[in-house]
């Protein structure tokens, strides 16, 4: 079964600080994805991978930026929180070619006082 | 731009009726339509997946249809269970791309 494990699960962090949130799956999914999601909003999609140093833009990727070094991991980082970036982050693997299912992980909780 | 609209924000509806729920979008050609539960607290879970060439699809009690010319999904929970309490999303899709409705929360009364 796909797994992924994201940290930190909760974090409290001031404006104009770096945050970096890790996203860790324990297979070779190709794809992987950062959400966020607010009230009102549903899930937005940031930014995607599709492969080792392969990245690309989502619809709102403003203020954030992504790494992948290793298939396994999937770096989201904001280089100067903002207020408008406190939301809940997921993260997500394509788990099926065919049906382009996504597998999520539970959430990390970003609050930027 | 693409918009996604789920048809109200909640809904609730007593023990064994159907839940329906609307997806609506516009400015969008997609290949598949998806279904997701989201519990509080968690990520989304898949349901179903239909394709745009599919009418209906059918999974236990779960039922979703996908018209391309009204832009339209409607998925329906069947004998409703107080467990179906949760928020369901739609997501559309083309490629390796989903994007998502903002959801709609279902309450089930005993």
């Known amino acids: 079964d796909a797994g992924i494990t994201q940290s930190p699960r909760h974090k409290v962090t001031e404006t104009g600080t770096p945050v970096t949130l890790r996203c860790h799956q324990t297979e070779n999914h190709r794809y992987m994805y950062w959400y966020r999601q607010d009230p009102g909003h549903g899930l937005r999609l940031i930014h995607y991978?599709?492969?080792?140093?392969?990245?690309d833009k989502g619809e709102v990727s403003d203020g954030y930026s992504v790494s992948r070094s290793k298939t396994e991991d999937f770096l989201l980082t904001l280089e100067s929180a903002t207020s408008s970036q406190t939301s809940v982050y997921f993260c997500a693997i394509r788990v099926s070619v065919d049906t382009g299912e996504l597998f999520f992980g539970e959430g990390s909780r970003l609050t930027v006082l | 731009s693409q918009k996604i609209e789920q048809n109200s924000e909640a809904l609730n509806i007593q023990e064994g009726k159907t839940a329906t729920l609307t997806c609506n979008y516009t400015n969008y050609s997609p290949a598949y339509l998806q279904w997701y539960r989201q519990d509080p607290g968690r990520g989304p879970v898949f349901l179903l997946l239909?394709?745009?060439?599919?009418k209906e699809k059918r999974k236990e009690r779960l039922k979703v249809t996908f018209d391309t010319t009204l832009k339209q999904s409607l998925f329906h929970i069947t004998a409703s269970q107080p467990a179906d309490s949760a928020t369901y999303l739609c997501a559309l899709g083309n490629d390796y791309k989903l994007s998502f409705g903002a959801g709609t929360t279902v309450t089930v009364r005993a």
């Open positions: 239909i394709r745009e060439n599919e």
């Open positions: 991978s599709y492969g080792v140093k392969d990245t």
